[in-house]
């Protein structure tokens, strides 16, 4: 036994709207929500352990590390010294622990964001049988242009943000085909426009009641899910919701978006991101020569010169019209 019923996990590439869901679902009366945890993504690796895995003191220490560092989540001293005093402790345990940290009372469902769990689904559906996940999808273009605005972002290549889109697209797909049923997908720009038609659907996939609440109360829920320093999601402090497509025009040239939309077109066509943005020839070329030096740079310390020059050489790759 787990000791999780039914949880609700929200997972997506990010910077797609994963945390309007978060606050939206969790504004209902039967529901709370976690702050991130990145457990499955990255305090798992940091154990070295898988779910079932008994663990001890040591790897206490580092889900600990991991929790405060890669997940931005401290917890008090007082939660580490209780698990440490538990017998036959699992991996997952430190997982159900953070849980019930966090619930307010007993019997609402738990959901969890963390969008990069959406690459550790099976993993997660194996730990949760009866786990319900929410995937959801927004336009490339203004997911890259965003991901450029937030700090936590190593990287600025185009290439590299519509990979990680596509990334995270395929592994949704993989883990549909495999577990039917399991996973609904909400596509950011229907959610926007028809906030209740969407809402009511995804409610009715994962088994809540739809409540006007959630629409109208989700911004409360951003003290619980939104951490000081993510001025990027005001919108959902300020309890509203902004269509913003389009929003790369601030931050990104015609020739870096279109770049975007014709590396993501094979995958954008499924969700109706069919256009890509007009850009003239001499803004495309400075986009690709800008996002090779990127590449090459970024590519350097790793893999040498040569390895460098290939990495930056594949953005050719992407202007090809196949």
């Known amino acids: 036994m787990n000791g999780l019923t039914r949880p609700i996990f929200v997972v997506g590439c990010p910077r797609s709207g994963t945390t309007l869901v978060q606050c939206i679902l969790s504004a209902s009366s039967a529901a709370f ?6 457990f499955f993504a990255s305090v798992l690796q ?74 550790h689904l099976d993993t997660i559906a194996a730990a949760f049988p009866d786990a319900v996940f929410v995937e959801v999808v927004r336009d490339p273009v203004d997911v890259a242009s965003s991901l450029l ?40 720009e229907h959610l926007v426009r028809a906030p209740e038609v969407a809402v009511r659907e995804l409610c009715g996939f994962v088994g809540l009641p739809y409540e006007t609440a959630m629409l109208a109360e989700f911004g409360r ?36 978006a279109w770049l975007v939309a014709q590396a993501t077109r094979g995958h954008g066509r499924d969700f109706g991101y069919v256009e890509r943005p007009r850009a003239s020839t001499s803004s495309i070329v400075a986009a690709v020569v800008k996002e090779a030096g990127v590449r090459f740079r970024e590519a350097r310390a790793s893999t040498g010169v040569v390895g460098a020059a290939r990495h930056a050489g594949s953005v050719l790759k992407v202007c090809s019209p196949a």
């Not at 401290?74 to 939660?79: D, H, I, M, Q, V």
């Open 149 to 188: 605005g937030v700090p936590f972002e190593s990287s600025r290549s185009m290439l590299s943000y519509a990979q990680r889109w596509i990334q995270s697209i395929e592994a949704a797909r993989a883990f549909s085909r495999a577990r039917p049923g399991r996973l609904q997908t909400v596509v950011y």
């Open 46 to 119: 940091a154990m070295a352990a898988l779910p079932g895995t008994p663990i001890g003191s040591r790897e206490i220490r580092f889900a600990r590390a991991a929790f405060e560092g890669e997940a931005e989540l401290t917890l008090p001293a007082s939660f580490w010294s209780a698990l440490e005093t538990r017998a036959e402790l699992r991996a997952l345990d430190v997982f159900l622990a953070v849980v019930e940290h966090f619930r307010p009372a007993p019997d609402l469902r738990a959901i969890e964001k963390t969008p990069r769990h959406v690459l």
């Open 221 to 256: 829920e951003a003290a619980r899910n939104v951490g000081r320093g993510e001025a990027w999601k005001r919108d959902v402090q300020r309890g509203v919701i902004v269509d913003r497509q389009g929003v790369w025009r601030t931050r990104m040239t015609p020739g870096q």
């Open 33 to 38: 929500s976690l702050p991130e945890t990145h």
